[in-house]
């Protein structure tokens, strides 16, 4: 069993506290969902994770079956099985999609990869998430739509077979068919290899399609309150405010 744990992890950017004794531990097989205000620090967490060297640890620990990797460069979190699907995908002329997942997993495999294999697969999900063929040859993100985009995403996710999947916001600028494919498509991943998720959303319509074992709202940089999948529609009912108000346990 794969664990990710975060124990009282407090992290700055530009001198700003942003996240304050967090601490979270997500195993195989668990699905956890990361809501809350804007500003709360639900994609810093998320970036922080993945190694984004633009925050700084200021204190508390992020290890993985048991090591530390705080100081673990972004390339090494990718190679022992952490993905982050980010909210705002940067576009990368001049780099293929097709050049940009092989080099990956070639990376992650050594000389386990196969490249008939990867062909048929790609093939296979841009099917089934039915992204135009022609996407796979241009350059990363270049000139797509944001829900495009997002579909790109969770083509890598698939293609890279993560033990630990971050996903910032994967449901914005997705209409609703959108949403249902991307939804069904991570769900899939999930049921056939039950990595770890830890999803940021603003919205109850993505926990439609995505179940959450655990739900948990962010303010001030910290969880104030956790449940399981009934806390999405009490937010969607109530709102933050009538939930957590002033509570910074």
Do not use: C, W
Not at 2 to 21: P, S, Y
Not at 238 to 249: A, I, M, R, S
Request: proline content about 4%; cysteine-free.
């Amino acid at each position: 069993m794969n664990i990710l744990n975060i124990d009282n992890l407090t992290v700055k950017v530009a001198g700003k506290t942003i996240l304050k004794d967090f601490s979270l531990e997500i195993k195989s097989g668990e699905i956890h969902a990361i809501m809350g205000p804007n500003g709360t620090g639900k994609s810093t967490l998320t970036k922080v994770i993945m190694g984004d060297p633009n925050y700084e640890i200021v204190k508390g620990t992020i290890s993985y079956n048991g090591k530390v990797i705080n100081d673990m460069p972004v390339n090494e979190r990718a190679k022992i099985g952490i993905f982050l699907g980010m909210q705002m995908p940067m576009a990368i002329e001049g780099v293929t999609n097709a050049d940009f997942l092989r080099s990956a997993l070639r990376a992650k495999e050594g000389n386990k990869f196969k490249l008939l294999p990867f062909i048929r697969e790609v093939d296979e999900l841009t099917k089934k998430l039915h992204m135009d063929p022609d996407m796979i040859h241009r350059g990363i993100n270049d000139g797509f739509s944001g829900g495009e985009r997002k579909k790109n995403e969770i083509l890598q996710m698939n293609i890279l077979k993560p033990d630990v999947v971050l996903l910032d916001e994967i449901d914005s600028g997705l209409d609703v068919d959108s949403l249902k494919l991307v939804g069904q498509a991570i769900m899939d991943y999930y049921k056939d290899r039950k990595p770890a998720i830890l999803l940021v959303t603003h919205y109850q319509r993505l926990l439609d399609y995505i179940k959450p074992d655990f739900i948990h709202i962010m303010k001030d940089g910290k969880i104030v309150l956790s449940g399981d999948k009934t806390l999405a529609l009490k937010i969607e009912e109530e709102g933050y405010d009538k939930l957590v108000g002033d509570n910074n346990e």
